[in-house]
């Protein structure tokens, strides 16, 4: 069964940073691309970031360009989102996703439980 | 950035109606639109790609058509598992882009 769980989320102070993690498992890790999506409290979703099989080729939202880094070791099946400067409106949980394809774009065909991420002082 | 709008907001039904649902681009993205399904407290569920492609494991009562700016979301009989939000997200475009959601309820 293909299965991506997410760990590192937490309590922040705004500007802070966070390292999440996804470790997949039941599929072969290189070969697809991988994204986080998030979720604020009570509101809809919102794709952040993805990044290719290979990991040549990444994409962010402009809402997290220069301050997210989406990154991923295929020979640890494991995906990562290093969140800097965090901001309130960076609370949300966040969900790990798996695509398609080895290209990024596309769909989430494979959605971990996500990971809440709280921002505040 | 290609803005979806889903409608309505809101569906009130009752098991074994229909449901139909909405989502308009605001310029085409061909086919590349998918469906997905979201409980209280759950992670998403891709329920249709491309428009109208099932995704594994998803009942036949789902079904997606549509292209290029207009497409419909149908659940042709209600179980009460479908009450949820449902998002559609397109694809063709950078950055990728989900629309606001329906939220179909009991009625």
């Known amino acids: 069964e293909m299965q991506v769980l997410e760990s590192g989320g937490g309590l922040v102070q705004p500007g802070g940073s966070l390292r999440l993690s996804c470790a997949a498992s039941?599929?072969?890790?290189?070969?697809?691309?991988m994204k986080w999506v998030r979720q604020a409290p009570g509101k809809g979703l919102e794709w952040v970031s993805s990044i290719s099989g290979s990991g040549d080729r990444t994409y962010n939202a402009d809402s997290v360009r220069g301050r997210f880094t989406i990154t991923r070791d295929n020979s640890k099946n494991t995906l990562y989102l290093q969140v800097n400067s965090l901001r309130a409106e960076d609370t949300a949980v966040y969900y790990c996703?798996?695509?398609?394809?080895?290209?990024?774009?596309?769909?989430?065909?494979?959605w971990g439980k996500g990971i809440t991420v709280t921002v505040s002082s | 950035e290609i803005v979806l709008t889903q409608s309505p907001a809101t569906l009130s039904l009752s098991p074994g109606e229909r449901a139909t649902l909405s989502c308009r681009a605001s310029q085409s993205v061909s086919n590349f639109l998918a469906w997905y399904q979201q409980k209280p407290g759950q992670a998403p569920r891709l329920l249709i790609y491309d428009a109208s492609n099932r995704a594994t494991g998803i009942p036949a009562r789902f079904s997606g058509s549509g292209s290029g700016t207009d497409f419909t979301l149908t659940i042709s009989s209600l179980e009460p598992e479908d009450f949820a939000v449902y998002y559609c997200?397109?694809?063709?475009?950078?950055?990728?882009?989900f629309g606001g959601g329906t939220k179909v309820e009991i009625k």
């Open positions: 039941g599929f072969t890790f290189s070969t697809f691309d």
């Open positions: 997200q397109q694809y063709v475009n950078w950055p990728l882009t």
């Open positions: 996703a798996k695509g398609p394809y080895g290209d990024p774009g596309y769909y989430m065909d494979v």
